[in-house]
């Protein structure tokens, strides 16, 4: 992975010194609260219900056991002893104090990490697929364009002061697992004819209060003019991006508003007048940073493990985690493991310091020291060889972390709602713990298969309801909090918007409506069909009779 | 107000000519871009150096017509977030090769500066005891990602500044 | 400029420094136990409560004000409306560690 260098150091350091200096002009007063609140924003530091929340970068999802101890560490010393790893691969602390901030921000710059643009109406955290360089249907690992994003896109003169968020994702590969369809730019992987590398590059999706799935603007943009093609867009939307309304002011409503066509256009133009001045990496920084994500140099195993194979015959809930959370890597005798955050009755995505040190301590065994963290919440110990895999599901069993669930039913993706939102309407977090507890039982989880089921306590969608198989949208109908069912969401390469069923429900009527539509394609499935197939298959209509007659 | 100089151009003293003044002869006058579009050029004979007004939803074609006739121009912010302002002195800069001063004014804060310094302009409006602060913010960083249309060319290239140089003799 | 009220209003905010939630009393300082909040009843109440917050937010001491709809448990000041109940207690899903656990003000260190 990526290391920094001396001016990657020096950038993040005079960063901490930038920002203590900012939070010590706050106290005193020297900045309003309405000037100090998008520079703090932009060192990812929000005001939500209860405290500060402090929102740390991880960039594109990778990180070192190194990285993890300081996040635990950081945990303990500055925050309640957990942190909650998010949509968008980053980890957030939930009671940190402004003037304790600018240490956290240090601690994280000795470890080469930071929470630069982790919010702010700037370019944020690129996201791509967890799995990145360790899976084998990939057209080229995605983290050095990431990375090479990732420092274009730091302090960038231009655009820092955006209309609203701006969020790009990239993924390699033909199972898009990061979700590039519904990102204010997505980029995809791509070789030509001769065999070069280059992207697909789309633009304007998004969720919130009008999802809208990405549109092709280029089919197929050289490696080498990256750089410069972004800056087009870019400067398109900053100049016409609309600012008059938050909730018009994404790329999304700007590229409906002239159309793709037109947008593709505009950009194009820019491009052509930019593209041969200095703004893309040279050669040498390609060869650099792609250096830095060579391979590990991983032995060819055997995939037939007996060991393995035994203690799958003896224990069914290991048989169900090798089953549905590891991978095929692309070494053979390895694969990708998935830590499930989502236990039964827990909290999605959160992890205790205890369960980070123990995760970093299995990935210096056994990962090459590397981690991930998938958009769906959970942790990845990448490059693992299958005959490892009995040792690690023990200890993670012990700290609660062996949950066979991932991407099962349960495996759900919720945002913090209104137990910590100030954005929120109603609470998110207990729906995924009533769920957990009535899909309590892993025989019949199995059995279902694949159900990606996705909650937010708000139309600003945080917890992707849009894109879920099953959506779950919290809405406050007149002080009280009611939820809304969606079907038919696909975050992946099929991308789809889910769309509502019917009117919505209170959280105990939203839990019974979910076992419904359940039972409704456990009925209606034909062999071996996933649950987003069926009711793509059948339509909403007989779901939505089970859903609403019986009542 | 102090006015803070970002590049150590060369200032101008101007002010700026109410709606329904004409100028005096040799005045240097900053004229809203919607009066200056309508002035004939009796009006640049009469002014000294006049420079442009402009809000920033201005589109920066409207200023090609007037390249050759302004000496500076004024970016004026509605707001410190209105990003509008860095993209339109990038224009200038880089679409209209715009050489003289452009002036940033309006409630930008300090924490801007180098942004500001960086997309293009040369000088900005602040209230007095914010001057210390903005010249401070001046000094934060020293190197950069990114390649700006300042001169100042992106890490990347910096990086391997050697290899370059080879490869050109 | 008076205001319409529908009932009785009170104050809460975050404290500048460390984000904590904590509500106005009615001597102008601040206290982390909504029961301890101030209660105005009519709209003169508010905008004479709204006045001492936001000398507290001059004095960048909290931030955030929000007037918001008070009414009463165990016979004491709480918020009216969930989300602000919330701000009250702590997140629902974690009663082992919000404020409903040790709301005390000498219990913060600052």
């Not at chain 1, 209060?209 to 280029?218: H, S």
């Not at chain 3, 529908?6 to 904590?20: E, H, S, Y």
């Not at chain 3, 206290?31 to 004479?48: K, L, N, R």
Request: aromatic share 8%; glycine share 8%.
């Amino acid at each position: 992975m990526y290391a920094y260098d001396k001016y990657d150091h020096a950038l993040v350091n005079a960063r901490v010194e930038e920002f203590r200096d900012q939070v010590n002009r706050r106290v005193k007063g020297e900045l309003t609260e309405e000037e100090f609140r998008p520079l703090r924003l932009m060192n990812g530091l929000y005001l939500q219900l209860h405290a500060y929340m402090l929102r740390v970068a991880v960039p594109y999802g990778t990180l070192n056991g190194t990285q993890m101890r300081k996040l635990a560490h950081i945990a303990r010393k500055y925050d309640k002893g957990y942190g909650h790893f998010t949509t968008r691969q980053n980890i957030q602390y939930n009671w940190p104090k402004l003037s304790e901030t600018p240490d956290i921000l240090q601690e994280l710059a000795d470890v080469e990490m930071h929470a630069i643009q982790t919010s702010g109406n700037c370019i944020r955290n690129v996201t791509t697929d967890q799995f990145a360089g360790a899976t084998a249907d990939e057209v080229a690992d995605p983290r050095p364009y990431a990375e090479l994003i990732r420092q274009w896109s730091t302090f960038h003169p231009e655009f820092s002061f955006l209309p609203r968020k701006f969020k790009i994702a990239i993924t390699g590969a033909d199972i898009d697992r990061a979700a590039v369809k519904w990102h204010d730019i997505g980029l995809v992987v791509k070789k030509n004819d001769a065999g070069e590398i280059g992207f697909e590059v789309l633009v304007g999706g998004g969720m919130g209060r009008t999802p809208v799935i990405a549109k092709t603007i280029r089919d197929f943009l050289p490696e080498k003019d990256l750089l410069s093609y972004l800056e087009a867009i870019l400067r398109v939307y900053n100049e016409q991006g609309r600012r008059d309304n938050k909730y018009k002011a994404r790329i999304k409503i700007l590229v409906d508003a002239l159309g793709a066509d037109e947008y593709a256009r505009q950009t194009e133009e820019e491009w052509q007048k930019i593209k041969d001045q200095p703004i893309d990496f040279p050669a040498e920084e390609a060869a650099r940073i792609k250096a830095y994500f060579a391979p590990p140099p991983l032995q060819v195993l055997s995939d037939d493990v007996p060991a393995v194979d035994e203690l799958a015959k003896k224990n069914f809930l290991f048989a169900a985690w090798l089953q549905n959370n590891t991978n095929q890597h692309k070494v053979p005798g390895h694969v990708n493991v998935t830590i499930s955050l989502k236990p039964h009755g827990g909290i999605p995505g959160d992890a205790t310091a205890e369960q980070m040190d123990l995760v970093a301590a299995l990935a210096d065994e056994y990962s090459q020291g590397e981690l991930r963290i998938s958009h769906e919440q959970n942790l990845i110990l990448p490059h693992v060889a299958k005959k490892d895999l009995p040792a690690i599901w023990t200890d993670l069993d012990e700290a609660g972390l062996g949950i066979p669930n991932a991407g099962l039913l349960t495996d759900i993706i919720a945002c913090p709602g209104l137990d910590y939102c100030s954005l929120a309407n109603a609470r998110s977090i207990p729906l995924a713990q009533q769920l957990g507890k009535r899909f309590d039982d892993f025989k019949r989880l199995q059995d279902i298969g694949p159900l990606k089921i996705k909650i937010s306590g708000c139309i600003n969608s945080c917890g992707h309801h849009h894109a879920g198989h099953i959506g779950i949208l919290g809405v406050d109908r007149k002080g009280e909090e009611n939820y809304q069912l969606l079907l038919g969401g696909s975050g992946a390469e099929d991308a789809s918007k889910a769309a509502i069923l019917g009117p919505g429900f209170d959280e105990n009527g939203i839990i019974d409506a979910v076992e419904k539509v359940v039972a409704v394609y456990l009925g209606e499935r034909e062999e071996g069909e996933e649950f987003l197939a069926t009711y793509r298959r059948v339509g909403p209509q007989v779901f939505k009779e089970a859903v609403y007659d019986a009542r | 107000m102090t006015l803070v100089n970002l590049t150590g151009i060369q200032a101008g003293d101007f002010s700026l000519l109410a709606d329904d003044h004409s100028p005096e002869e040799g005045a240097a006058v900053a004229v809203p871009l919607s009066r200056l579009t309508d002035e004939g050029d009796d009006f640049f004979k009469v002014a000294g150096p006049v420079g442009a007004v402009l809000t920033t939803d201005t589109n920066h074609a409207d200023l090609a017509p007037l390249m050759n006739k302004l000496a500076f121009v004024v970016v004026d912010f509605p707001a410190f977030g209105d990003g509008r302002g860095f993209s339109l002195a990038v224009r200038l800069r880089k679409d209209l090769g715009f050489k003289g001063e452009i002036r940033a004014t309006g409630p930008v804060i300090p924490d801007q500066a180098l942004f500001l310094l960086r997309a293009g302009f040369d000088t900005v409006e602040v209230a007095d005891e914010r001057a210390e602060a903005f010249k401070a913010a001046l000094k934060r960083f020293d190197s950069f990602y990114q390649t700006d249309y300042t001169g100042q060319v992106s890490l990347a290239h910096a990086r391997h500044k050697a290899t370059e140089e080879r490869k050109a003799s | 400029m008076a205001r319409k009220i529908k009932g009785p209003q009170m104050i809460v905010a975050n404290r500048l420094l460390d984000g904590r939630v904590v509500f106005l009393k009615a001597d102008g300082g601040w206290s982390a136990v909504a029961a301890d909040a101030a209660v105005a009843a009519d709209e003169a109440g508010v905008d004479a409560l709204e006045a001492l917050a936001q000398k507290s937010a001059d004095d960048n001491f909290v931030l955030s004000i929000e007037v918001i709809d008070a009414t009463e448990r165990d016979g004491k000041p709480y918020p009216a409306h969930m989300k602000f109940a919330m701000q009250a207690l702590g997140p629902s899903v974690r009663p082992d560690l919000g404020y409903q656990v040790s709301p005390a003000w000498e219990q913060t260190d600052l």
